[in-house]
C-alpha cells in the first residue's frame, strides 16, 4: 500500500478517470439539467438520458442478507482505483456518474451501510476533504437511497448546480452559518444542521475526530445511534468542509423519483420527461417532505 503525499490526490483522480473512461470501466451517464425554484431553493434538476446500463448492474448487484457475491467493492475494478486512504478505507471512482470525478470512500473489509460511521471513515472522508473542496454524503440505509449494502461514503467536488449557488439549498443556509451552533433552516421536515468551527481545511488536523463528535452529536438529536453500532434507522448525511446536516427519512422514493442526500442539498435526478412534470407539478421541496421523517411520524 503507497499513500499519496499531500496535494497529490486532485491529480490522481483526474488523471485515473481520464485512464477509466478509456478503458470503458467508467461510464459518465449523459444529462441534461432544468432548474425548477420553490421556497427559496433553485433546485438543479437532471434529466438522465440513459439509465438503462446502471439499472441492469443495479439488479445484478442488489444483495441479498449475507450475500457477498455480489458486492461490487469486493474485488473492486482496478481501473476505478484512485488511492489508499489508509489501513481501512480505499477510494474508487464510481463507476456509473453524473458529476465528473465522483469518487466513493469504501471500507477494504465488508461492512454494512446501516453501520454507524466511524473515526476511521472520517478520516478517510477527511483526507479527501482536505485535498479539495466538495460535498460530502451518506445515504443511511436503502429508505436513504442506499444501492449497495457495502459501506461507502460519497464525495464530489462542487459544484453541484451548472449555475447559481455552488451547492442549491445554500441560501436557506446563510443565516445560520453565521453562527457557531446547531440550527435548523426553513425546510419542512425534520433535520438539524451544525456549523463546523473550526472548518474543515487544508491545514485541519483533526478533521476526522471534528467530523466524528458533529456526526454522534446531530444522530443523538433523531434517536439514530441508540442500538450500538447499528443505526436506529434510515437518514442522509451531508457535508461540506463548513457545515454537516443529517436528515432523517421516511421512504426512498415518491412515486418513481428516487431520492438520495443529494437530494436534500438541492439536486434531483428523473428518468424521463414524464418523472419531470411529476416533479414540477408537486413541486421539489414537497416531494423531499414526502420522503423524510416528521416529527410526528
Same mark, same amino acid.
Given at each position: ?36 425554484? !420553490? ?44 488511492? &489508499? ?34 473515526? !476511521? ?9 482536505? +485535498? ?49 451552533? &446547531? ?42 445511534? +441508540? ?14 468542509? !463548513? ?29 424521463? !420527461? ?24
Amino acid at each position: 500500500m503507497k499513500r499519496l503525499q499531500k496535494g497529490e490526490l486532485w491529480q490522481r483522480v483526474v488523471e485515473q478517470s481520464a485512464d477509466g473512461l478509456k478503458s470503458g470501466a467508467l461510464h459518465s451517464l449523459p444529462t441534461d439539467c432544468e432548474f425548477i425554484e !420553490q421556497d427559496g431553493v433553485r433546485f438543479a434538476v437532471r434529466i438522465l438520458a440513459n439509465l438503462e446500463r446502471k439499472d441492469q448492474a443495479k439488479r445484478q448487484q442488489r444483495l441479498k442478507p449475507k450475500d457477498a457475491d455480489f458486492d461490487p467493492f469486493l474485488p473492486y475494478e482496478e481501473d476505478l482505483f484512485v488511492a &489508499d486512504l489508509g489501513e481501512t478505507h480505499v477510494c474508487l471512482l464510481n463507476k456509473y456518474n453524473v458529476f465528473n470525478h465522483h469518487l466513493l470512500i469504501v471500507t477494504r473489509a465488508f461492512e454494512e451501510q446501516t453501520e454507524l460511521l466511524n473515526e !476511521q471513515d472520517f478520516a478517510a472522508l477527511a483526507s479527501c476533504m482536505v +485535498e479539495f473542496e466538495g460535498f460530502a454524503f451518506y445515504n443511511g440505509g436503502t429508505l436513504a437511497g442506499a444501492s449497495q449494502r457495502h459501506k461507502h461514503l460519497q464525495y464530489v467536488p462542487l459544484p453541484l448546480s451548472p449555475s447559481g449557488a455552488a451547492i442549491p439549498l445554500q441560501p436557506l443556509l446563510t443565516a445560520g452559518l453565521a453562527a457557531t451552533k &446547531d440550527f435548523t433552516a426553513p425546510l419542512p421536515f425534520d433535520h438539524a444542521i451544525a456549523v463546523l468551527s473550526p472548518a474543515i481545511d487544508e491545514s485541519t488536523t483533526d478533521a476526522a475526530q471534528t467530523l466524528t463528535t458533529v456526526y454522534r452529536r446531530l444522530l443523538a438529536r433523531f434517536h439514530l445511534a +441508540e442500538n450500538g453500532t447499528q443505526q436506529s434507522a434510515p437518514y442522509n448525511l451531508l457535508a461540506t468542509r !463548513q457545515w454537516m446536516m443529517v436528515v432523517p427519512r421516511l421512504q426512498e422514493s415518491y412515486a418513481a423519483i428516487s431520492v438520495n442526500a443529494l437530494g436534500f442539498a438541492g439536486s434531483l435526478f428523473v428518468r424521463n !420527461q414524464e418523472e419531470l412534470q411529476l416533479l414540477r407539478d408537486v413541486g421539489p421541496m414537497r416531494i423531499l417532505e414526502h420522503v423524510a421523517k416528521h416529527a410526528s411520524e
